[in-house]
């Protein structure tokens, strides 16, 4: 499945435009990565922690976007884009919303 955050593909032509395609998770941060991140903030540098915890939203977002386009028969996502979003009580869960329009394409 070939992803892309253009509108097309240099290389390509869109034979067919099967519509909006989405993936979403929500992924719950713990409390030691929370107080490891604190730690991290107040000694300065990178946090480690939620660096994994973005990954692992948007792999799981743009799993579940492929695996939806696949199943109407894309075989690409154009005009990719991905969403993160706090949410919970205190905002202590990470939302990454993805989207793109599912395409059938094929090579120029």
């Known amino acids: ?3 892309s955050t253009t509108p097309n593909l240099e290389g390509y032509k869109i034979e067919k435009y ?3 395609v989405t993936g979403e998770t929500i992924i719950g941060a713990n409390m030691f990565k929370d107080l490891f991140a604190s730690v991290r903030d107040i000694v300065g540098g990178r946090s ?3 660096e994994k915890v973005l990954a692992e939203g948007k ?14 028969g894309a075989n690409a996502i154009v005009g990719v884009d991905i969403d993160y979003e706090t ?6 869960m990470l939302m990454v919303a993805t989207s793109g329009t599912a395409v059938v394409v094929s090579k120029l």
């Open 87 to 92: 949410v919970g009580q205190s905002n202590s």
């Open 59 to 72: 792999n799981i977002a743009l799993k579940e976007m492929e695996e939806r386009a696949s199943e109407w």
């Open 48 to 50: 480690g922690a939620y």
């Open 1 to 3: 499945m070939i992803l």
């Open 18 to 20: 099967l519509g909006v």
